[in-house]
């Protein structure tokens, strides 16, 4: 069962700022967010994850609602170099519970 | 860094045949491996956790006498595809998770196989 809810694509022109949206209205309070993503013909990278508060890294800003059934992985001044499927995926911690991806968002970024 | 090698990246088999696919990870002690096919479609399907000194535990619709693993310490795992067929085609994942850490997955590029 999908837990998240994302757009099947999205289209940016290069430099602009890309807000990628996932939806999850039936979150548990354990429930980690984590994004991957993934370009063609490799396995899904690491992007950020955050529970509660908004988190910041060198390769993105999550964007988390206050009622957490909604986030937003924002990419800003997106390059060529960001155009992947990007997998928003919930997962309950601590303990080793897997990771199950959806079908994600297909960015496309335009020179 | 943490890195994660598969091979090989891409194989092809003859339907009915097995191939054995590895990975291995550099930089880091990997306790846990979770192996994923990924479809022509792009479509994810987990098949197996494993975890070192536990029991393998598969996903509904993958057996262990159809998609064997071995786990022998924490840097290594390897999975066969036993009699494959076109349905069994597509990109295996290996995911191999940190020591100490349960929070992310890191990645090998996949071994891609296709079925004659």
């Known amino acids: 069962d999908a837990k998240t809810t994302q757009p099947d694509s999205m289209e940016s022109t290069e430099g602009e700022t890309v807000h990628l949206p996932c939806s999850h209205a039936?979150?548990?309070?354990?429930?980690?967010i984590y994004w991957y993503r993934q370009v063609p013909l490799q396995g899904p990278e690491y992007v950020t994850h955050?529970?509660?508060q908004n988190t910041t890294n060198s390769m993105a800003f999550l964007a988390i609602a206050s009622d957490r059934k909604s986030s937003t992985l924002i990419l800003p001044h997106v390059s060529l170099r960001d155009a992947a499927v990007y997998h928003c995926?919930?997962?309950?911690?601590?303990?080793?519970?897997?990771?199950?991806f959806g079908k994600g968002t297909s960015l496309t970024v335009i020179p | 860094g943490a890195l994660v090698y598969q091979y090989p990246r891409r194989t092809i088999c003859k339907s009915g045949t097995s191939m054995r696919m590895e990975c291995q990870a550099v930089?880091?002690?990997?306790?846990?491996v979770a192996w994923y096919r990924q479809s022509p479609q792009k479509t994810f399907e987990l098949i197996a956790l494993s975890t070192v000194n536990s029991a393998i535990k598969y996903e509904q619709n993958f057996t262990q006498e159809k998609f064997p693993i071995s786990h022998p310490n924490l840097s290594f795992s390897s999975m066969t595809v036993l009699n494959a067929y076109l349905e069994d085609r597509g990109l295996y994942l290996c995911?191999?998770?940190?020591?100490?850490?349960?929070?992310?997955?890191?990645f090998g590029h996949g071994t891609k196989l296709s079925v004659l």
């Open positions: 930089g880091f002690q990997a306790t846990s």
């Open positions: 039936t979150i548990s309070g354990n429930e980690y």
């Open positions: 995911g191999a998770r940190q020591r100490f850490s349960n929070e992310r997955l890191f």
């Open positions: 995926i919930l997962r309950v911690e601590p303990g080793y519970q897997n990771f199950y």
């Open positions: 955050g529970l509660q």
